[in-house]
């Protein structure tokens, strides 16, 4: 069985540091290097998933393709290690808690009195040792700050986890920020002391920092961490903020992190990783050869989290394409006083992205129309994809109350809640008032494309399986109605009861997909609809 060596990783000082980009970036590293790699995250909240948070708090839900909603850093590692993520690569506090709940409840602590240590420490201890033999490596990601009242169990397991399987096999890497200050000219040091500190005071002795910061860390401020925070030198790594997130396996790497990181092991790597991919990436990224101007009518735009994943996606469609995609994101409300035009034209793309109730839905079926009408690419997803079947039904087919039963009652349900699926061959059930958390078509679904349609065209083959989560779905019982009106339904399930994609046939590039196909784009593989979109948008450049 392969010897697993485990990597956890805390972050210091503030949130927000991008401790999920370095483990990702670590993870590329290590498999540059020939190994393989499994990276996890386990968040100190009280939610049982993702699912039921608003993405303008905790931004993207990210959904695995067995179904799990999770933390969006799950997307940060699939997308620089390729590995597909799992559920079974988050857990919460309050999945730890409901675990430890039913077990007391079901008799198995034997009367014991159950308490944080050991019972929740144990639990959280038996999620990480569940990984063991799974890689050559286990990264594991502690979200929160160290500090934190929530993250103290994580701290006090990794703690014995560290201890019970020995330095061999275990390293504790803590990502903090050096503050510049303006009036005294400096990079400040203290924060960075204290959060050790408070790490040490957990029995934790981080043996690497990674150190954000705005500027050049000098060799004072590196020796001076050093000193006060009982680390090496050379294991005081700068992580400087860089223009684009695909450098940082780069800038990692030139820093030293890598090889310190098996150092600490005891693993002597003669050779350096191989890194053209993401040189490639990186040249790609800052030398482009163009620019497309795309459109997001979405709802949460205020936080650019909400829609990482997307974000990406259109990147790496950039990349394939060689040009910049430069969004301008647009609260879908605005649309609504009429002047669809006055936002945008002269945009390239229109994308209407995934989303939830009704606020701005009528903004949103206006940019579908004037993508519509105006030969504009246009890309709905999810939500995108149900609000310009509406769109349609409205303005091609004459319904004028088609809508969705996800904003009440309606005349025309066009978009209606779905009751039951099949899921490999088993029926799933829904109740019509069912719980919110966990009751949605989640994960990955195979869906079958018609031959010779665009679709087909763009993947380069007819059987695909892509993920979703939605409650709603495009309602066949109007199929017949929007076919005659060159809308086609080119993608459904495999038993052809689920609408899957919709393609407008009299326009140069209108679709719709049910499911989320960002969330499996890399940037060494982009996603086929994303790269064919960007080249869509990059023909659109070119005639206006
Ligand atoms: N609200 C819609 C549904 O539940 C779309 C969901 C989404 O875009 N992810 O079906």
Request: hydrophobic letters at 40%; one cysteine or more; proline letters at 5%.
């Amino acid at each position: 069985m392969t010897t697993t060596r485990f990597i956890f990783i805390t972050g210091g000082v503030v949130s927000s540091l991008g401790k999920g980009l370095g483990s990702a970036a670590l993870g590329a590293l290590l498999q540059a290097r020939g190994y393989t790699v499994r990276t996890c995250k386990l968040d100190p909240y009280l939610n049982v998933d993702p699912g039921t948070m608003s993405p303008f708090q905790h931004g993207e839900v990210y959904v695995t393709d067995d179904g799990a909603e999770t933390d969006l850093d799950l997307g940060h590692y699939e997308r620089f290690t390729g590995v597909p993520a799992r559920g079974s690569d988050n857990v919460t506090t309050g999945q730890i808690y409901t675990s430890v709940l039913q077990k007391e409840r079901k008799g198995e602590y034997l009367g014991a009195t159950v308490q944080v240590i050991p019972h929740i420490t144990d639990e959280i201890k038996a999620f990480i040792a569940e990984k063991d033999g799974s890689a050559d490596f286990v990264l594991c990601e502690i979200g929160g700050t160290v500090g934190d009242i929530e993250s103290l169990p994580f701290l006090e397991a990794i703690r014995q986890f560290g201890n019970d399987v020995g330095t061999e096999r275990a390293l504790f890497i803590h990502v903090t920020l050096l503050p510049y200050i303006p009036a005294a000219g400096e990079l400040k040091t203290k924060p960075t002391q204290h959060s050790v500190k408070e790490l040490m005071s957990h029995g934790i002795q981080p043996r690497i920092l990674l150190c954000r910061a705005d500027r050049e860390i000098d060799e004072d401020e590196r020796r001076k961490i050093a000193l006060f925070c009982n680390i090496d030198r050379d294991r005081v790594i700068p992580a400087l903020d860089v223009k684009s997130i695909y450098e940082v396996p780069l800038t990692y790497h030139a820093e030293g992190l890598d090889d310190q990181v098996l150092k600490c092991f005891g693993l002597s790597e003669p050779a350096p990783p191989d890194l053209r991919k993401w040189d490639d990436i990186v040249k790609r990224v800052h030398e482009p050869e163009g620019e497309v101007r795309i459109a997001i009518a979405g709802k949460y735009t205020n936080l650019a989290d909400s829609y990482k994943s997307l974000n990406e996606a259109l990147v790496h469609g950039g990349i394939a394409n060689n040009v910049r995609v430069k969004l301008k994101f647009f609260e879908s409300e605005v649309f609504e006083s009429g002047d669809v035009a006055h936002y945008l034209s002269g945009v390239h793309g229109i994308l209407v992205p995934g989303g939830f109730g009704s606020r701005g839905t009528e903004g949103k079926i206006l940019a579908a129309k004037f993508a519509r009408e105006r030969g504009i690419p246009y890309f709905g997803i999810c939500f995108g994809m149900q609000m310009a079947v509406i769109e349609a039904a409205r303005h091609l087919a004459g319904i004028e109350k088609a809508g969705s039963t996800e904003f009440g009652a309606c005349a025309e349900p066009v978009v209606g809640l779905m009751t039951e699926w099949l899921r490999g061959g088993r029926r799933e059930e829904r109740a019509q008032d069912g719980d919110l958390g966990g009751t949605m078509r989640l994960g990955a679904y195979p869906a079958v494309l018609a031959e010779g349609s665009k679709i087909a065209e763009i993947y380069g083959t007819t059987e695909i399986s892509e993920r979703h989560r939605h409650r709603y779905e495009v309602n066949f019982a109007y199929r017949d109605a929007l076919e005659s009106k060159g809308i086609r339904f080119s993608g459904t399930s495999p038993d052809g009861a689920l609408p899957e994609i919709m393609e407008n046939v009299n326009h140069p590039w209108f679709i719709g997909v049910q499911y989320h196909p960002e969330l499996k784009s890399k940037p060494f593989d982009p996603h086929p609809l994303f790269v064919s979109f960007i080249a869509a948008a990059l023909e659109q450049s070119r005639l206006v």
